[in-house]
T-cell receptor, first 116, second 114 residues
Framework: GAVVSQHPSWVICKSGTSVKIECRSLDFQATTMFWYRQFPKQSLMLMAT?????????EQGVEKDKFLINHASLTLSTLTVTSAHPEDSSFYIC????????????FGPGTRLTVT | AQSVTQLGSHVSVSEGALVLLRCNYSSSVPPYLFWYVQYPNQGLQLLLKYTSAATLVKGINGFEAEFKKSETSFHLTKPSAHMSDAAEYFC????????????FGAGTTVTVRA
């Protein structure tokens, strides 16, 4: 199956700093990538849809200026949490849509962000 | 708009017993349906998918699911639970008209008793 990687797998940062998370599709070209946030014991909440070469589409309630998404190539999307605060601490998961079949999404292993 | 409902937030089964996880969907178009499994602090792994072919879908690790249009259901089963099946399970439906976005159910936690 298709493989999606995320880096870093976990990160601790101080309040007020910015953190960048990378999502890569390793063996296919993904025109569309997705970013999710997951709180403990809860389901995944879609934050934004990222299409290569265009601006990301954010879900209602997600702050565009806080969660900057860049999809610079067909294999890489990045999520930057700007001016992070403790309430931004969460598990962030990306996925990439494989256009070769039925556009199913393949998920990265997730990034645990802790803001102190 | 598409949505899924997972009945039962927690299921406990004995090792060797049947696992049954329920999922009902709502969709205005023929749906693509998925079951994913998530282990602690990991991403989601696809168990199986329905994309309008055979209604009985077989997946990995002995899981299977049956698409029933009349019942708008896509329940997941495994005949004999193994300790390694303890995890969180998510049902999802894909929106073909909107970047194939996934709408997830709330999830079902499966525990397996020895």
């Amino acid at each position: 199956g298709a493989v999606v990687s995320q880096h870093p797998s976990w990160v601790i940062c101080k309040s007020g700093t910015s953190v960048k998370i990378e999502c890569r599709s390793l063996d296919f070209q993904a025109t569309t990538m997705f970013w999710y946030r997951q709180f403990p014991k809860q389901s995944l909440m879609l934050m934004a849809t990222s299409n290569e070469g265009s601006k990301a589409t954010y879900e209602q309630g997600v702050e565009k200026d806080k969660f900057l998404i860049n999809h610079a190539s067909l294999t890489l999307s990045t999520l930057t949490v700007t001016s992070a605060h403790p309430e931004d601490s969460s598990f962030y998961i990306c996925s990439a849509s494989d256009p070769r079949g039925t556009y199913e999404q393949y998920f990265g292993p997730g990034t645990r962000l802790t803001v102190t | 708009a598409q949505s899924v409902t997972q009945l039962g937030s927690h299921v406990s089964v004995s090792e060797g017993a049947l696992v049954l996880l329920r999922c009902n969907y709502s969709s205005s178009v023929p749906p693509y349906l998925f079951w994913y499994v998530q282990y602690p602090n990991q991403g989601l792994q696809l168990l199986l998918k329905y994309t309008s072919a055979a209604t009985l879908v077989k997946g990995i690790n002995g899981f299977e699911a049956e698409f029933k249009k009349s019942e708008t259901s896509f329940h997941l089963t495994k005949p004999s639970a193994h300790m390694s099946d303890a995890a969180e399970y998510f049902c999802a439906v894909s929106d073909h008209s909107n970047d194939y976005k996934l709408s997830f159910g709330a999830g079902t936690t499966v525990t397996v008793r020895a």
